[in-house]
């Protein structure tokens, strides 16, 4: 089965990771937390509703199906990283999803960061496993359907991202088409003294 690693392409507006979905079955088969322990500030008890998990892990072959075309995509540590810093830049942080089908508002990623070392990495103290070049996201869920119905029960175990990614082998080959195609006009002008 073919391997196809996913880049961003820079010269895309829309390029990069737009939105977060949370899901029961995410791609990069990694289940968040819900941190719902209880708070104690003075006499105020409430529950933090924050999800953490891995959004995106670098080098994990990713299985997908098109029809009958089945292969498995995987990101670089690099475009992870990249994917990462667009998320923010380009103030995506509140942009949710449900199962990659319904827009939901009032969750939104209030952190975001690559893991750089195992063992003191935040995510260890809640035991997770994420390795080197992860980016992991904690969301705020405001949402109390979302919190009730879907986090509370189980519905959903994981973050899953949504955005536009090029196909590096299909990149490489446009270039060596626009290469040859400019090559070609070269040899026009030369040949025809313009």
């Given amino acids: 089965m073919r391997i196809v690693e996913l880049i961003i392409d820079e010269k895309e507006d829309l390029a990069g990771v737009d939105a977060i979905s949370v899901v029961e079955f995410p791609a990069i088969e990694e289940n968040f937390i819900a941190l719902n322990q209880q708070l104690q500030l003075a ?3 409430d529950e933090k509703r924050i999800l953490m998990g891995a959004a995106l892990i670098p080098n994990k072959n990713i299985y997908r199906r098109n029809g009958d075309d089945e292969y498995y ?6 475009t992870v990283r990249k994917a990462s810093e667009l998320f923010l830049m380009n103030s995506n942080q509140n942009n949710a999803t449900l199962e990659h089908e319904q827009k939901v508002s009032d969750l939104s990623v209030v952190e975001s960061w ?20 992860t980016w992991m ?27 536009m990614f090029a196909d590096k082998l299909e990149m490489s080959l446009q270039k060596e088409q626009e290469e040859e195609l ?3 006009i070269k040899q026009i002008i030369v040949k025809h003294n313009l």
Avoid: C
């Avoid at 690559?114 to 070049?133: C, F, P």
């Avoid at 996201?137 to 949504?162: L, R």
């Fill in 114 to 133: 690559i893991v750089e070392d195992i063992e003191m990495d935040k995510s260890k103290k809640y035991g997770l496993n994420a390795s080197v070049g």
């Fill in 137 to 163: 996201v904690s969301m705020k869920v405001n949402n109390d359907t979302i919190w009730n119905d879907f986090v509370k029960t189980g519905k959903v175990k994981g973050f899953s991202i949504e955005g």
């Fill in 182 to 184: 400019i090559q070609k």
């Fill in 43 to 45: 006499k105020v008890d």
């Fill in 73 to 78: 995509i995987f990101f670089s540590d690099a």
